[in-house]
């Protein structure tokens, strides 16, 4: 899959999931855009990016931040002129008890950060996607799509579910310009999230039983089925929900 010279934006892409996608696109040629909040994770993951490809270029913006929103898109089009691909990866995970007085704030912090700022950021990077007929991935979850065993991580639920039919919805919107969108919803994966968040670390372990194949996923393997949602391998798919959950939801 050669991404030679196509200029991709990912966001979240200090460390996991987004890290290795970043670096996975770095090794096919592109152009890669990374954005995340911490300056000092942005420039390890460059420096990974140019070892195998081109120099990336760091934005540092928070996403849930309009006006950073609207620098990741410029600064994109100012250096490259162009935009291929768009993969809304940043997200957060914290979990809260709808029962507790001050459950709201942690509901609007993660509904912003989840699921209004791919939607914000996809309308503003859509004008340059029509240009090149390029493609969105967007990174869900299977929170989105079960209520699982984390009765406290219902705004995250919440946000992904959302995440997921904005990008079906979109996906028809965007058909008739030559964009294909489609979403990735992985189950357990080794992150940073975890230490961004209040799960307790323990819950890898209980993950690793709950899933059919015993085990929890690196991010490269999620990066890699990104890169196929975006490749020309992928022509013909738009809409779809890939599931990488090593069996989860069959438990």
């Known amino acids: 899959m050669s991404f030679e010279n196509k200029v991709v934006i990912v966001t979240g892409s200090s460390s996991g999931i987004g890290a290795s996608t970043a670096i996975e696109f770095a090794k096919e040629g592109a152009h890669v855009v990374l954005v995340g909040r911490n300056e000092a994770k942005l420039k390890n993951v460059s420096q990974q990016c140019e070892k195998v490809g081109k120099k990336p270029l760091i934005v540092k913006a928070d996403v849930s931040n309009d006006d950073d929103a609207k620098i990741i898109i410029n600064k994109t089009i100012e250096n490259f002129g162009k935009?291929?691909?768009?993969?809304?990866?940043?997200?957060?995970?914290?979990?809260?008890?709808?029962?507790?007085?001050?459950?709201?704030?942690?509901?609007?912090?993660?509904?912003?950060?989840?699921?209004?700022?791919?939607?914000?950021?996809?309308?503003?990077?859509?004008?340059?996607?029509?240009?090149?007929?390029?493609?969105?991935?967007?990174?869900?979850?299977?929170?989105?799509?079960?209520?699982?065993?984390?009765?406290?991580s219902i705004p995250y639920s919440i946000s992904k579910a959302g995440l997921s039919h904005f990008s079906r919805n979109i996906a028809l919107k965007l058909a008739p310009y030559g964009i294909r969108v489609n979403v990735v919803s992985p189950g357990p994966v080794y992150t940073d999230i975890l230490a961004n968040s209040?799960?307790?670390?323990?819950?890898?372990?209980?993950?690793?039983?709950?899933?059919?194949?015993?085990?929890?996923?690196?991010?490269?393997?999620?990066?890699?089925?990104?890169?196929?949602?975006?490749?020309?391998?992928?022509?013909?798919?738009?809409?779809?929900?890939?599931?990488?959950?090593?069996?989860?939801?069959?438990?």
């Open 83 to 152: 935009l291929d691909v768009l993969v809304n990866n940043a997200g957060m995970g914290v979990a809260h008890d709808i029962l507790k007085d001050d459950f709201m704030k942690t509901y609007d912090r993660i509904m912003i950060t989840n699921l209004r700022a791919p939607v914000y950021i996809t309308h503003l990077a859509s004008p340059y996607l029509i240009k090149s007929k390029g493609n969105i991935i967007n990174v869900s979850s299977i929170a989105g799509i079960s209520t699982l065993e984390l009765e406290d």
């Open 198 to 251: 209040s799960f307790d670390e323990a819950l890898f372990e209980q993950f690793k039983l709950r899933t059919a194949l015993k085990r929890v996923s690196e991010p490269k393997e999620i990066a890699d089925l990104i890169l196929f949602l975006a490749s020309d391998k992928a022509k013909g798919i738009t809409g779809s929900d890939f599931v990488s959950d090593n069996g989860r939801l069959l438990m």
